[in-house]
């Protein structure tokens, strides 16, 4: 099959890694002087797609030197050790908290299976396979990492997870930046520019560490972020206000109706309802059933995250 991939600027491509639907989950490589690198791999059944991509742009298989994973969360890392196995040269680079999980994903692949189920996991993310210890970087904040002489910077960024890290790209003034600039499609782009908000995946969300992790990102002056879903997004200090007002918004939903007896699908609903009307403000005229369908794929794991954090903020 052909891969299908947005060639941007300063040698980069999003390549649509094509999970449950179109535009909805990239993987990016950056090439460099004859050599290239991966951030994130989409999960185990996006390879053919990676490797595709390599092909079709004549790169070959020995000169990507770098996989690095912005956190373990599945649609970002699944595809890693599947992968590897085609890179000859690559090392996987990830935070700490997250290298153990790679190496025996035992229990990883149960907590996946918790939060999706056994079907979804087979049917939309295939597998999940270790990745050998002597391929695995640990990836600390302000790391450097030589893709052919560009420096790309890992920055410590928890908030969406703990161990979660965004990439600097200083040829760009880029940050790759997985999940913590948040989710925007390109469906809802208007002339008030890009709509975000935050995907606010268990187990590990935690919204003040991420506010502050926002401000940390934002004092950095990147003219661009490339977002996991879905693409490059000018990101400014607008961009980082709706993305906090949001974290905010969430939040407000989760706790005002956190005693409610069926908290996780009230919690859904209110939030289909926050992000409708904020899509409403924001000048968006796709037709209504689109918008829900959209929102739709991310609600059930935003509902299920915020209730993880209540009950762990619960006295
Ligand atoms: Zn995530």
Redesign the pocket.
């Known amino acids: 099959m052909n891969p299908i991939y947005h060639q941007l600027e300063f040698g980069i491509t999003c390549i649509d890694t094509e999970h449950i639907r179109k535009d909805f989950v990239a993987a990016y490589l950056i090439e460099h002087n004859g050599r290239a690198a991966f951030i994130d791999t989409g999960c185990h059944l996006s390879v053919p797609a990676l490797l595709n991509t390599l092909k079709e742009k004549n790169i070959a298989t020995e000169a990507v030197d770098h996989i690095i994973l912005t956190?373990i969360?599945l649609?970002?890392a699944g595809g890693a050790g599947e992968l590897i196995k085609h890179l000859p040269n690559a090392n996987v680079y990830v935070h700490e908290r997250g290298a153990q999980h790679l190496i025996d994903p035992s229990k990883l692949r149960a907590g996946v299976i918790g939060v999706y189920g056994e079907l979804f996991f087979k049917q939309f993310l295939g597998d999940l396979i270790p990745i050998p210890e002597d391929r695995l970087i640990i990836a600390k904040d302000n790391d450097l990492i030589n893709l052919g002489g560009r420096i790309l910077k890992i920055i410590d960024t928890p908030g969406?997870?703990r161990h979660?890290l965004c990439v600097w790209d200083e040829q760009s003034q880029g940050i790759f930046s997985?999940?913590t600039l948040g989710v925007s499609y390109r469906d809802f782009d208007t002339e008030q520019g890009e709509l975000i908000f935050p995907?606010t995946?268990p187990v590990q969300f935690d919204p003040e560490a991420w506010i502050e992790t926002i401000k940390k990102l934002i004092s950095l002056k990147p003219k661009t972020a490339y977002l996991?879903h879905f693409n490059q997004i000018v990101f400014t200090g607008k961009s980082a206000d709706m993305l906090i007002q949001h974290i905010d918004g969430f939040v407000a939903i989760a706790k005002k109706l956190a005693h409610q007896s069926n908290r996780h699908a009230v919690i859904k609903e209110a939030l289909l309802d926050y992000l409708l009307e904020i899509a409403t403000k924001h000048g968006v005229t796709l037709d209504k059933t689109k918008q829900i369908k959209l929102f739709k794929g991310d609600l059930e794991i935003c509902a299920q995250g915020l209730g993880v954090w209540l009950d762990r903020n619960s006295p």
């Open positions: 956190h969360h649609d970002h969406h997870a979660h997985g999940d995907p995946t996991t």
